[in-house]
Structure formats: C-alpha cells, structure tokens
C-alpha cells in the first residue's frame, strides 16, 4: 500500500533551520508530483511547496519569501523541504502528501501522518 512518512522536525530557535524528508513507498514514486502541506494549530491546512515528478518544475507559497528549498531524489523515493530562516509563525505540523499526476499543486490523495515543527526560543 501506499505509505509516506515524514521526520526530521522539531525544535528549533527562530532564524534557525530544519531540513525535513518524506519516504515514498508503495506506488512508482517517480511519477508523481508531490506536495508539502502544513497544520498550524488551531488552523486549516495550508499548501507549502510542491515539485514535479523530475524536480524539473517547484511550486512556492507566496509566504515562503525565498526562505524554504523543495527537491527530491528519485532513487532513494524521497523528497525535501530544506526550511531555513524559520519564524514562529512557521510552527505547525507539516504533512508529505501525494498527487495522481505528473505535474502541479493538486489534488492529495494520500498523507503521511505528519511530523511536528516548532520554532520557538
């Protein structure tokens, strides 16, 4: 079965940074597009970065500011989220989630179960 699982969070001071990584296993991870979604608390969820079944095309959130780097490598069915410059406002659960398509943002249709990043003094 499908499954993704997520590590690499937790504490961290602000300005500091977190590289986070997301194993694939279960389908042919190449030919998906895939996706790093966050959960705030008390919030909705919201779209971080997303990349391209190659890496060949990333998608950034506006709030991103340059700060956050996707990438991916296909041989080890992983994919990164290196988070630098972090704010407290960056404090959230941040998910690994999978597309059916090749290219774009949308939709996830499977989730890893997520890994806690906290950015606090």
């Known amino acids: 079965e499908v499954q993704l699982v997520e590590s690499g969070g937790g504490l961290v001071q602000p300005a500091g940074s977190l590289r986070l990584s997301c194993g694939a296993s279960?389908?042919?991870?190449?030919?998906?597009?895939m996706s790093w979604v966050r959960q705030a608390p008390g919030k909705g969820l919201e779209w971080v970065s997303s990349?391209?079944?190659?890496?060949?095309?990333?998608y950034y959130a506006e709030f991103i500011e340059g700060r956050f780097t996707i990438s991916r490598d296909n041989a080890k069915n992983t994919m990164y989220l290196q988070m630098n410059s972090l704010k407290s406002e960056d404090t959230a659960v941040y998910y690994c989630?999978?597309?059916?398509?090749?290219?774009?943002?949308?939709?996830?249709?499977?989730w890893g179960q997520g890994t806690q990043v906290t950015v606090s003094t």
């Open positions: 989630a999978k597309t059916p398509h090749q290219f774009g943002v949308k939709p996830w249709d499977y």
């Open positions: 279960g389908f042919t991870f190449h030919d998906h597009a």
């Open positions: 990349i391209s079944w190659n890496g060949g095309k990333t």
